[in-house]
């Protein structure tokens, strides 16, 4: 958690260029977003988004565990 919150601060740049608090939070977000979806990660070597179509191209949907959480069923 604490390398994502890193990852996030450095694509945020310093927080005085930020008119205020709604542009900080368009900041934040677009910085979440990228980081989620186009970043490369390390232990993938490929961004999420590619690792998720990698899965469903291998196993037909990446969610074959509907109704799971942490390994328990859920209703």
Same mark, same amino acid.
């Given at each position: ?16 260029? *930020?008119?205020?608090?709604?542009? #900080?939070?368009? @900041? ?22 590619? *690792?998720?179509?990698?899965?469903? #191209?291998?196993? @037909? ?15």
């Amino acid at each position: 958690m604490e390398r994502c919150i890193k990852s996030v601060k450095e694509e945020l740049g310093p927080l005085s260029d *930020y008119k205020d608090v709604d542009e #900080l939070y368009i @900041g934040v977000a677009n910085a979440i977003h990228y980081y989620n979806h186009s970043r490369i990660h390390t232990a993938l070597k490929m961004s999420p988004t590619a *690792y998720a179509e990698r899965l469903k #191209l291998k196993s @037909g949907s990446v969610f074959k565990r509907r109704g799971m959480v942490f390994g328990k069923k859920v209703a």
